[in-house]
Structures are given as structure tokens and as C-alpha cells.
């Protein structure tokens, strides 16, 4: 059964069974001998996708089992805005009810002394506040609903 | 020599000079916040205390923990490795009270030296030469014009009270210097309550380099020569070098700077390792900037060519030891380059990018030195900044200290989290970078100019294959209670391969 697998947005088709020679050689670390080349691949199982090092470039790769895979939905309605990296919450800068416009920031999170602001990525009314100010979040984890 | 030292400090510095420490025979203490606790330097010392929660000024900074510690193990000196208590000369001064040796200067030194205004005007006196401008607030148009000329322009106006870049403009000609006071002045009061203005020689796209200095208790002080920083990113260095390629074209500039760091270490009663940072215009001609009154981050580049161990001579030093090397005595042999290894998005503004660490793999091999502060498994806190490890190679010369480096850095693999490691990557392929011509203005032009990688099908079908049969390894049993073993379903996996 062919996979259909997600390689930094572009869709990839591919079978299982292609690279008959592919040798997990350490957790995580892969071999590949192919027409006399040799491949080192490395993989990492982050916040639901996988980040792939081949050849000098890091590749995020969304993969799921054909044999698993549920119908998605895709909706119109309320929308999670979620922390981009793992934080710290220093200010919340909306309540629920607020308006809210496109790049409107929402939220600031910190990590190593540096600050991000999580902006609002269209206009919107703000409908859950999940964020917490002194809160220690992790990365994709849901700061705000918008509707 | 010292029995025990408490190490005041965490990472890779901690583990660098533990590592030193048991080279010597002495035993070693480290100190852990609540976040630390599972980190390497811990693991690697022979005795460890607790001294309080994750935030610094809670448990780094503390200096009462931090003496409570060495009093409790009985540790006779402490080393503060750089940042945290490192310059703090009342830290300095809290040991000796204590009857603790603090591996640095002695306190006068670090408050003549620490400060900047101070350092600036010591610089001053001893006849070291300081980025020209004027001490005192400007008098209004006429005073700025004589000053301008005899400066010479290109001049900054900078705010007195200020900072962030606010009442502060560039000024090309005399023409445009009335527009430019008047405007700067009128910022400067509207964002610092101030319009008190001051002139500097604008300095074109400068190098930055430095030279490290060491000093004994016994009077004997030399330098070891420059250290290139000028790859740097809002003030922070990225890649360091010995020689700097601008030295290796003009050798007496070393010895130049050398006597002229020399001269300020002698003025202010300097012992121990310092580092005097300058700026150096297009033409050589150098400016003092300010002294690191500890050991630096990049201190593993001057060992490498000096084949000197500084953190070693530290402790001698403390210890009471004369340093036992003379000037003469000092050889600079081959090229050695220093890449920082963050946990930080080079695509992404720089920004930290802390995390779990999935995968490790450190480069080996000849001419290559990995002082880290991590392992596999780990959890990268959020506290702290985010510098991981220190590459550093050396080679014959610069080219082949080049090629090594893109070598190491091909073996190097981090996965988990996100790490400056392909900026590296393109960084030591770059022309410009080769070429030499650096400045401190360099990473920002770097960043424009670098390559975009074009996707490449072939490493697409790579990268889908492993990580779908990743996934596939890697999920949760579906179908262990319906066919039996895992072992099972593991034959027949490996029969679908």
C-alpha cells in the first residue's frame, strides 16, 4: 500500500517497499546504500511530525499510516492558535469576547530570554484564553481559541 | 594547589573546567538550579549541591548559596567560569572574606576594568587608544563642528542618557550637522528626558578582535594573542578565530594590540586570564573597547594555537604558582576555528528553540574539540541561553582549519531540536568567508546572500520512506492482542522490507 506522505508541504506518494536495502543503525539513525551511494538519515518524532536529516537539510515530514488514517475534516469554524515553541508566558494581551485583527498580537511567550508574540493570524473574536501568565507551555500547545 | 573547587557555574564551561580539574587530580563541585538537575555538568562532577530554582537570580546568582555550598564540601576555591557571578566583584570580594580563592583578578581589578566609562578612562591615561569622541556633552553647533573636525568624519551623535539606538545619527559632512544635532537633540529629550549629546568617530564596518591576556600574582603578565570575532549577531559572537586573517596579513598588529592590552592589564593590577576587546578600522588602526575580566566562551581557539591550557594556568595562578612562560616563550602555530552551537532557528529570527534532544552525534577525529554541555536524552532548559556546545578545530593553516570545520560539522548531528547547525554548514562554504574580509556587520549581509536549497526529489522520497516507516515502527501496537507477540509482528515486518 502506497503512503502518501507530506515533505515541507509537498505531497510525496511512496511505497514502503522502495528502498529494500534502508537499515535503522542506531534509534533513529538510518543507512542507505543505493547504485554505490551511501545515505546517513536521521529522524526525530517532534510535536506530531517528523523531522528528517538527509544531506544537510532538515526536512518536516508529515506521515500517516494509510491503514489508520481518518477522513479530515476540514472546517471553517474556531480556529487554536497554539505556542510555535516551548515558553514560558510572560503577558496575555487579549480576554475573551476581544476583536482581533490580522497579526494582532495575542499572546508573548518567552524561551532563553527572548520573547515571541503569538499573533492572530486573521480577524477574529478571541473565545477561550488558555494561556496563563507564569505558565510554562510546550510546543503546540493551544494558547488561544479564535472563532 | 587546591584539593577541592566548587564550579559557579553550568553547560559546557562547568564541564570544561571539571574537566581540567580532574586532569589535576583535584576534586570537583558543581552547583545545580531545580533545572539542572539532570544536566551534564552534575552528572560529570564528583560532588554536587542544590542552590535553588531555575530562574539565575535564584540560584546561579546567589552568592550566599553559592558560599554556603563551598563552605558545606569544603571546597577551597571556587571558579565562576564566564557570565553569572563571573565579573561580579563583590562575589570577588564575598570569597576572600569567606577564605575562598576566587579563580580571577582581585576585586579592585575587576571594578577598574568591569566597567566600561572606567575602563575607558584608564585607557585613556595610559595612552591606549580609545574610540575617539568627546568626554563631555556637546555645547551646542560650534563645539560639534570643532569636535567634528578635528575627529574626522564620518561622526555618530549619540544621547548621553541613551541607548537602542535612539538620539543617535550618522553624520557624513559638516552639512549635515546642524539637521543632525537638532534632530538628535530633540529625540534624545523626547525619549530620555535629556538632549545632552555627545561625538564619536563613526568606525565603518569594523573587525572586532581580541587579546587574550594571563597574569600571575608575581608580576609577570603576557598576552597570547588576538582572537577574530567579528561574526557576530546583535552582539553576540557566532564564530571565532585564531589567527585573525587580518593579523596574518599584518603581523605586527598582534604584537601592537598585544603591548597595548598589556599596558591596561599592568595599569589595573591585572592577574589571572582577561581579554581586552578592540575594534579595528579598515586601515589596522585599533580602539580599546572593554575588558573581560574572566575567561572567555572562545578561550578553546587560543589553546588550540598556543597549545596552552587556560583554565590549567588558572588554577596555577590562584594557587599561587608563577606562570613559568615567558612572552618570548608564547608560539602561535597553525589556524584554529570556534563555530557556537545553539539551540536557535537561523530560518527563524535566531530564535531559541529549547527542547528535548532525540539524537546526538558529536564529530571526532583529527585536529577536532567538542566541549559540550549535553547529552542525548536531554531536556534543553528554558532558563538559560541557548549555547550548547563549542566546535572548535585546528588545522596547518586557515584553509585547511576551514575544511575541517565543514567536516565536523557534516558529522555533527542534532535532532529533536532546532540548531544553527546548516547555517554553519553554509557559513564555511561562503566566499566572502573564505576570502577573509570580515566585519562586524558581516552575518547581517551573510544572511541575504545565503543559498536557499532548492528541494531535491530524490532526498524527498529519502526523507517520506524513513520517517513513514518510522511512524509505522514506531506506533503504538494495534494489533499485538489479535496476532499474537510483538516478536510476530516484528518477522513480519522485517518479511515486508
Keep these: 500500500m502506497k503512503w502518501s506522505v507530506t515533505v515541507d508541504s509537498r505531497v510525496v506518494k ?22 554505490g551511494q551511501s545515505y546517513e538519515i536521521r529522524v526525530a518524532h517532534v510535536n506530531g511530525a517528523h523531522q528528517v536529516d538527509v544531506a544537510g537539510r532538515r526536512l518536516i515530514v508529515d506521515a500517516t499510516d494509510p491503514h489508520r488514517a481518518a477522513p479530515r475534516r476540514r472546517s471553517e469554524g474556531p480556529q487554536n492558535i497554539a505556542a510555535a515553541m516551548p515558553g514560558k508566558v510572560i503577558r496575555v494581551l487579549v480576554k475573551e469576547g476581544d476583536a482581533v485583527e490580522t497579526g494582532q498580537g495575542l499572546v508573548v511567550v518567552e524561551a532563553m530570554k527572548m520573547q515571541n508574540e503569538v499573533q492572530s493570524p486573521r480577524a477574529a473574536r478571541v473565545m477561550k484564553v488558555a494561556a496563563k501568565v507564569g505558565a510554562t507551555v510546550a510546543a503546540g500547545e493551544v494558547l488561544v481559541t479564535i472563532e | 594547589m587546591f584539593r577541592k573547587v566548587l564550579i559557579a557555574n553550568r553547560g559546557e564551561i562547568a564541564v570544561r573546567v571539571i574537566r581540567a580539574l580532574r586532569e589535576m587530580g583535584i576534586a570537583s563541585v558543581a ?19 542544590h542552590v535553588g530554582g531555575s530562574p539565575s537570580d535564584d540560584s546561579y546568582l546567589r552568592i ?29 570580594a564575598a570569597c576572600a572574606a569567606q577564605g575562598v580563592t576566587f579563580i580571577g583578578p582581585p576585586p579592585e581589578a575587576i571594578s577598574a576594568l568591569g566597567s566600561k566609562t ?25 563645539d560639534a563642528q570643532q569636535a ?47 538632549d545632552e549629546i555627545y561625538l564619536e568617530k563613526l568606525l565603518i564596518n569594523p573587525r572586532h578582535i581580541e587579546i587574550q591576556l594571563i597574569g600571575d600574582l608575581h608580576g609577570n603578565t603576557i598576552h597570547l594573542g588576538e582572537r577574530e570575532c567579528s561574526l557576530q549577531r546583535r552582539h553576540q559572537k557566532v564564530l571565532e578565530e585564531c589567527p585573525s586573517p587580518l593579523v596574518a596579513e599584518h603581523p605586527e598588529l598582534r604584537h601592537e594590540m598585544g603591548a597595548a592590552a598589556l599596558k591596561l592589564a599592568r595599569a589595573a593590577g591585572y592577574v589571572n586570564a582577561g581579554t581586552a576587546e578592540f575594534l579595528v578600522d579598515g586601515d589596522g588602526r585599533f580602539y580599546f573597547l572593554e575588558m573581560n575580566t574572566r575567561l572567555q566562551v572562545e578561550h578553546p581557539v587560543t589553546e588550540w594555537v598556543t597549545g596552552l591550557d587556560l583554565v590549567h594556568l588558572q588554577l596555577r ?55 559540550s554541555g549535553v547529552y542525548s536524552g536531554w531536556d534543553i532548559p528554558l532558563e538559560y541561553d541557548p549555547l550548547l556546545a563549542k566546535l572548535t578545530v585546528h588545522g596547518p593553516d586557515r584553509d585547511a582549519a576551514i575544511a575541517r570545520a565543514r567536516r565536523a560539522i557534516d558529522e555533527y548531528a542534532i535532532t529533536g531540536v532546532t540548531t544553527n547547525l546548516r547555517f554553519f554548514r ?9 576570502s577573509g574580509r570580515l566585519h562586524t556587520g558581516f552575518i547581517e549581509e551573510f544572511l541575504a546572500r545565503r543559498p536557499r536549497h532548492e528541494p531535491n526529489s530524490h532526498y524527498d522520497v529519502l526523507a517520506a520512506v524513513v520517517a513513514a516507516m518510522h511512524t509505522r515502527d514506531t506506533e503504538p501496537e494495534r494489533t499485538d492482542h489479535l496476532h499474537g507477540s510483538r516478536w510476530v509482528s516484528e518477522g513480519r515486518r522485517r518479511m515486508l522490507r
Design chain 1, 14 to 35: 511512496v511505497d514502503l517497499t522502495a528502498l529494500p536495502d534502508l537499515q535503522e543503525v542506531e534509534p533513529g539513525v538510518y543507512s542507505l546504500v543505493q547504485d
Design chain 2, 31 to 49: 552547583v545545580y538550579s531545580d533545572a539542572d538537575r539532570r544536566s551534564l555538568h552534575v552528572r560529570r562532577a564528583d560532588e554536587a549541591e
Design chain 2, 64 to 92: 550566599d548559596r553559592v558560599l554556603d555550598a563551598a563552605r558545606k564540601h569544603g571546597a577551597d576555591a571556587i571558579h565562576p567560569g564566564y557570565g553569572f557571578l563571573s565579573e561580579n566583584a563583590e562575589f570577588a
Design chain 2, 118 to 142: 572606567e575602563a575607558r578612562k584608564l585607557a585613556l591615561r595610559v595612552g591606549v587608544p580609545v574610540v575617539p569622541g568627546t568626554e563631555e556633552p556637546l555645547g551646542g553647533l560650534h
Design chain 2, 148 to 194: 567634528a573636525r578635528r575627529i574626522g568624519y564620518p561622526v555618530m551623535l549619540k544621547a548621553a542618557a541613551g541607548g537602542g539606538g535612539k538620539g543617535m545619527r550618522r553624520v557624513d559632512s559638516e552639512a549635515e550637522l546642524e539637521p543632525a544635532l537638532r534632530d538628535a537633540s530633540s529625540e534624545a529629550q523626547r525619549s530620555f528626558g535629556s
Design chain 2, 317 to 371: 595562578i590562584a594557587a599561587g604558582e608563577p606562570l613559568g612562560i615567558r612572552q618570548s616563550d608564547v608560539k602561535w602555530q597553525g589556524a584554529a576555528i570556534e563555530c557556537r552551537i545553539c539551540a536557535e532557528d537561523p530560518e527563524y529570527g535566531f530564535f531559541p528553540s529549547p527542547g528535548h534532544i532525540v539524537h546526538l552525534a558529536e564529530p571526532a577525529g583529527p585536529g577536532v574539540r567538542v566541549d
Design chain 2, 426 to 434: 553554509d557559513l564555511l562554504r561562503d566566499e566572502e568567508f573564505i
